[in-house]
């Protein structure tokens, strides 16, 4: 594993915010080496690479943390060669305004609504370069899993061209999500078994709530309408932080064409074990 792999884990566990993602840690990096003439997509964005390129990578990051991770999603890209394409980080409500989720605790109808916007906002992404006539691929790792699942639940499976969704689940356990809605923590034994872990710091706890905003919906009942044909999906089967697809989420995903890889290893070590392999199955990247 890289430096950068293992300070995001180290990260990960001082935070004890990375329950839905991967791609935490200190941000380097504010500005876009690339800007548009749209200022509200150059708000809502950070980009980097081919700006000429007719292919478009959009990451929707996880967390939830109240920060964007250029360098990190630098550092996941690093594996393969993503120099002939334009690459784009997407802001989500707790990156935008961050002052909004570090000061009080929020309620989790209000964490629905901020999640709720957050997809709007990747769509307003997607659509932009949809409408340039772009390849449009989207990128989305634990909570971006969630987040994906959500932009094409909600705005259709040809909203974007292709998807790999990484570490996420379709259907996570009722209990688990509810006890996150409380702004609770929490972790899975063997990938299977959940335990729930009260929480103090009321960042880490708005960030849980964030987190179970997403995580309360059944997406194998609201993606049951489209052919998944386009996603390409990664799970890990000893995933301490969200926990491994059962049968019944695996035969869905399955039933409905998508692409399903599984990794021996839990949530961290399933993502640098298959993104490679990953990326080149879904988007074609070597």
Same mark, same amino acid.
């Given at each position: 594993?890289?430096?950068?792999?293992?300070?995001?884990?180290?990260?990960?566990?001082?935070?004890?915010?990375?329950?839905?993602?991967?791609?935490?840690?200190?941000?380097?990096?504010?500005?876009?080496?690339?800007?548009?003439?749209?200022?509200?997509?150059?708000?809502?964005?950070?980009?980097?690479?081919?700006?000429?390129?007719?292919?478009?990578?959009?990451?929707?990051?996880?967390?939830?943390? +109240?920060?964007?991770?250029?360098?990190?999603?630098?550092?996941?890209?690093?594996?393969?060669?993503?120099?002939?394409?334009?690459?784009?980080?997407?802001?989500?409500?707790?990156?935008?305004? +961050?002052?909004?989720?570090?000061?009080?605790?929020?309620?989790?109808?209000?964490?629905?609504?901020?999640?709720?916007?957050?997809?709007?906002?990747?769509?307003?992404?997607?659509?932009?370069?949809?409408?340039?006539?772009?390849?449009?691929?989207?990128?989305?790792?634990?909570?971006?899993?969630?987040?994906?699942?959500?932009?094409?639940?909600?705005?259709?499976?040809?909203?974007?061209?292709?998807?790999?969704?990484?570490?996420?689940?379709?259907?996570?356990?009722?209990?688990?999500?509810?006890?996150?809605?409380?702004?609770?923590?929490?972790?899975?034994?063997?990938?299977?078994? +959940?335990?729930?872990?009260?929480?103090?710091?009321?960042?880490?706890?708005?960030?849980?709530?964030?987190?179970?905003?997403?995580?309360?919906?059944?997406?194998?009942?609201?993606?049951?309408?489209?052919?998944?044909?386009?996603?390409?999906?990664?799970?890990?089967?000893?995933?301490?932080?969200?926990?491994?697809?059962?049968?019944?989420?695996?035969?869905?995903?399955?039933?409905?064409?998508?692409?399903?890889?599984?990794?021996?290893?839990?949530?961290?070590?399933?993502?640098?074990?298959?993104?490679?392999?990953?990326?080149?199955?879904?988007?074609?990247?070597?």
């Amino acid at each position: 594993m890289s430096k950068g792999r293992t300070f995001f884990k180290s990260i990960i566990i001082t935070l004890m915010i990375g329950i839905l993602f991967t791609g935490c840690g200190t941000n380097k990096t504010n500005k876009s080496s690339i800007v548009t003439d749209n200022e509200e997509i150059n708000s809502l964005t950070y980009i980097y690479g081919n700006k000429k390129s007719d292919t478009v990578i959009i990451n929707t990051q996880g967390g939830p943390v +109240p920060e964007l991770m250029n360098d990190e999603l630098k550092e996941i890209l690093s594996s393969v060669n993503t120099k002939d394409y334009l690459i784009v980080n997407v802001h989500q409500s707790q990156t935008k305004k +961050p002052e909004l989720f570090i000061k009080k605790e929020i309620s989790f109808d209000e964490a629905i609504k901020y999640d709720k916007q957050s997809v709007e906002d990747l769509y307003k992404i997607v659509k932009y370069y949809k409408d340039q006539n772009k390849k449009v691929y989207v990128l989305g790792i634990s909570f971006g899993a969630f987040m994906t699942q959500e932009l094409i639940a909600e705005k259709g499976v040809d909203a974007a061209d292709k998807y790999l969704i990484m570490v996420g689940r379709l259907n996570i356990n009722e209990m688990f999500w509810k006890g996150f809605s409380q702004g609770k923590n929490g972790h899975y034994v063997n990938g299977v078994k +959940p335990v729930l872990e009260d929480v103090t710091d009321i960042t880490e706890k708005n960030m849980y709530k964030l987190a179970a905003g997403l995580g309360r919906n059944r997406y194998t009942n609201k993606l049951d309408k489209y052919d998944l044909s386009k996603v390409t999906y990664v799970y890990g089967k000893t995933d301490e932080q969200v926990g491994k697809l059962n049968d019944k989420e695996i035969e869905f995903l399955k039933s409905k064409n998508a692409t399903v890889i599984s990794d021996e290893s839990g949530h961290s070590d399933a993502i640098d074990n298959k993104i490679k392999e990953g990326l080149k199955k879904a988007f074609d990247i070597k």
